[in-house]
């Protein structure tokens, strides 16, 4: 299992500039581990899946913390919605092209967010640690401790107080004045074991004070979409 990595453009990125910037300056590629040759779900809604004894509406009505991660139906993917699309001073510039959707702002922010399945071999003892793993997965330095709490939106009606679904985020500090110039970065991510599949959320920003303001905007206009 090997992290497909190109400078110059090459490999099949996964994200788009913030999280080259963030884990070293070359495209990313996440390949699917297990299935890398498989298709790519669509970023959205996943195909209701029956499955006996799983109750996904009050799944997806309350909060999907790390620890909640086993409610999940097995194998059925997440979706992540377009939404941000919508958003004041925002663009939508590619809609889910192998599987990520890319956004720019009028200030210069450019946002990428994806969904990938098949992630069995990510999965580790609970989402929390799974997750962790997806981060070292792209870049080995990555440890645990750099990782902080952040949520998604979780389902629920654009416009109204709905659930959360707990994720991990990454965020690196643009270059101080005087030094070559970089960009404010972060990224969030979650792993869901049960379902098998991750969600990836990468931002880009000239200066911090505008990855804060392209942050509250994904946290109210990107929505991960509840399986089923």
């Not at 909060?63 to 941000?84: I, K, R, T």
């Not at 004041?88 to 450019?110: E, F, L």
């Not at 750099?146 to 994720?167: I, M, N, Q, T």
Request: aromatic content about 6%; glycine content about 12%; proline content about 9%.
């Amino acid at each position: 299992m090997g992290l497909r990595t190109g400078c110059g453009g090459a490999g099949r990125a996964f994200v788009v500039a913030a999280a080259a910037a963030l884990l070293g300056g070359c495209s990313i590629g996440v390949p699917d581990p297990a299935a890398s040759s498989n298709p790519l779900p669509a970023s959205g809604p996943a195909t209701p899946t029956i499955t006996p004894g799983h109750d996904a509406g009050a799944v997806a009505a309350r909060d999907m913390p790390f620890s909640a991660g086993s409610a999940l139906a097995h194998g059925v993917p997440v979706g992540l919605s377009e939404d941000l699309a919508e958003a004041p001073h925002w663009k939508q510039m590619v809609s889910n092209a192998g599987g990520t959707s890319r956004y720019q702002k009028s200030d210069g922010c450019q946002v990428a967010a994806g969904v990938r399945q098949n992630q069995w071999p990510l999965v580790a003892a609970d989402d929390r640690e799974s997750t962790a793993a997806l981060f070292a997965y792209l870049d080995p330095t990555i440890l645990p401790a750099y990782l902080k709490p952040a949520s998604l939106r979780w389902g629920g009606e654009r416009g109204k107080p709905g659930p959360d679904v707990e994720v991990l985020a990454l965020e690196r500090a643009a270059k101080p004045s005087g030094q070559k110039p970089g960009r404010a970065t972060a990224v969030l991510a979650r792993v869901f074991g049960t379902a098998g599949s991750s969600v990836y959320v990468s931002a880009s920003c000239p200066t911090a004070a505008a990855l804060a303001a392209a942050r509250a905007d994904i946290a109210q206009w990107l929505t991960v979409v509840p399986p089923g």
